[in-house]
């Protein structure tokens, strides 16, 4: 069985968050396999799918690219991809916001303060069958192999993430 999501505050659809430090290497990436995946799934038209970082650094600016290379290597196209931040209206959008490591999830909930709704945010690999509660390494000051390493927890998380999903679209 998956783990459990936060339940959609709009009956029929979902919206997933996915968040990094500045939304070029990560999140982008889980980004675009999410898309994928829940395209394959026949979901895409009820699960909306948007990442961001919690810095600014990068606003406007496409994926790093290392990260859009081994995308593109694995099937992927990453070329939609521009960075955006993190601001409190997230809260509002998205039904998950899934934070890549402790330290960008600890930004998330600062950030979130002290509203009265349910937290909805969590570490995306709360959801790794390999290595549940797991941290999503930052490759950026790596080099490529770090971008596979990303890429192969990004994959088999996106997969549980989207049974996860199915499940909750499917109690509805």
Do not use: K
């Amino acid at each position: 069985m998956s783990a459990p999501v936060p339940p959609a505050r709009t009956p029929g659809s979902y919206a997933v968050a996915l968040v990094c430090l500045g939304n070029i290497c990560r999140s982008p990436m889980a980004d675009v396999v999410l898309q994928e995946r829940l395209a394959r799934a026949g979901l895409d038209d009820r699960v909306s799918v948007a990442s961001c970082g919690t810095g600014d650094w990068h606003v406007g600016h496409p994926m790093d690219p290392r990260a859009a290379a081994t995308l593109e290597a694995a099937g992927y196209d990453p070329t939609r991809h521009r960075a955006q931040t993190l601001d409190a209206t997230w809260f509002e959008r998205f039904d998950l916001l899934l934070a890549m490591d402790s330290a960008n999830l600890a930004d998330v909930r600062e950030l979130r303060g002290s509203t009265p709704e349910p937290d909805r945010a969590m570490l995306f690999r709360s959801l790794d069958p390999v290595d549940p509660g797991g941290e999503v390494p930052d490759p950026y000051y790596g080099g490529d192999a770090g971008f596979e390493e990303v890429l192969a927890m990004v994959e088999r998380t996106t997969d549980a993430l989207v049974r996860a999903l199915t499940d909750e679209l499917d109690r509805q």
